[in-house]
């Protein structure tokens, strides 16, 4: 079994425009179409057994518009093999709430991303939401790092991220990019073997720019294989997840790069699927 923690889809009518105007931002290619379809057949093509979409609330507004649809579709898309997370955005108020109806609902955790809401996640706005989350037993899974698109700020860096485990222990906090994207030298020095887990996307192998070329993305982002694993061992198997942040990576390609890097086997399963099965409950 593969379990892809990492994905995104997009309703049918704004997935072109989305992917577009990102692709843009960050120079880089999308592998699907950005639709609940797409990244079914991107799962049949890579072997991958379930997907965590993750949906990223850019405005308050989203917030119970967007969760009353993936909670309505949360049976029918787990049919499928598809996991579907809640979001939550900092500047909505009535959180408290929106955590419990998420909660009671079936829904397993929430999306946060500081880059995309503009707001640092040692913020109090983000700290009460992760810390209700927890409270909760809710996943928290975070974007970390550096956005590729997003160059002014690091709304989410090691030392931020270190000052949130000190303050709030989240149980199920699940940091994107492998701990921080870009910082590797810190993830590495000061993040790897605390107790969070990192998931893999967009972090191993090469940036695939778009076909416009109409710029360069941040290629000094990705580690080396060497770096990886390095990571890995002192971080722990047990706490990384396998995760592609599909349609930004192809699944097929990610899961065969994954393959090669010289992991043990037990290694391989719990990245591949034992960690996330016993988070998920599957």
């Known amino acids: 079994m593969i379990i892809d923690f990492h994905a995104h889809t997009f309703p049918d ?3 072109k425009k989305v ?3 990102l692709s843009r931002l960050s120079h880089t290619k999308y592998f699907t179409d950005g639709s609940v379809g797409g990244l079914l057949s991107s799962m049949q093509e890579a072997g991958i057994t379930y997907s965590v979409n993750l949906p990223v609330m850019t405005g308050e507004g989203q917030v119970e518009k967007v969760n009353s649809a993936l909670i309505d579709g949360r049976e029918g898309l787990l049919a499928q093999g598809i996991v579907t997370f809640g979001g939550m955005h900092p500047d909505y108020g009535n959180y408290k709430a929106e955590l419990l109806r998420l909660k009671n609902n079936g829904i397993l955790g929430i999306k946060i991303h500081p880059a995309y809401q503009n707001t640092d996640i040692d913020d109090i706005r983000m700290l009460r939401i992760i810390d209700c989350a927890a409270e909760l037993g809710l996943i928290v899974l975070t974007h970390a790092g550096i956005d590729i698109g997003i160059y002014d ?3 989410s860096s090691v ?4 000052s949130v485990i000190d303050k709030l222990h989240p149980e199920k906090f699940v940091l994107a990019h492998m701990g921080n ?3 590797w030298e810190e993830v590495e020095r000061d993040l790897a073997g605390a107790d969070v887990y990192f998931d893999t996307a967009f972090a191993i192998g090469p ?3 778009n076909e416009e070329k ?3 993305p941040y290629l000094s982002g990705n580690l080396s294989d060497e770096a990886f694993l390095r990571i890995v061992r002192k971080h722990g198997a047990g706490k990384i ?4 942040d599909s349609p930004w990576e192809s699944q097929k390609d990610y899961v065969g790069r994954m393959q090669k890097i010289p992991l043990s086997e037990t290694e391989q399963e719990q990245i591949f699927a034992g960690n996330a099965k016993r988070l998920l409950m599957l």
């Open 214 to 216: 109409s710029g360069t």
């Open 207 to 209: 940036i695939t720019q």
């Open 159 to 162: 030392r931020q991220i270190l």
């Open 153 to 155: 700020h690091n709304y």
């Open 19 to 21: 992917l577009t105007k």
């Open 241 to 244: 997840l396998f995760a592609t």
């Open 181 to 183: 994207w870009g910082c």
């Open 13 to 15: 009518a704004i997935s």
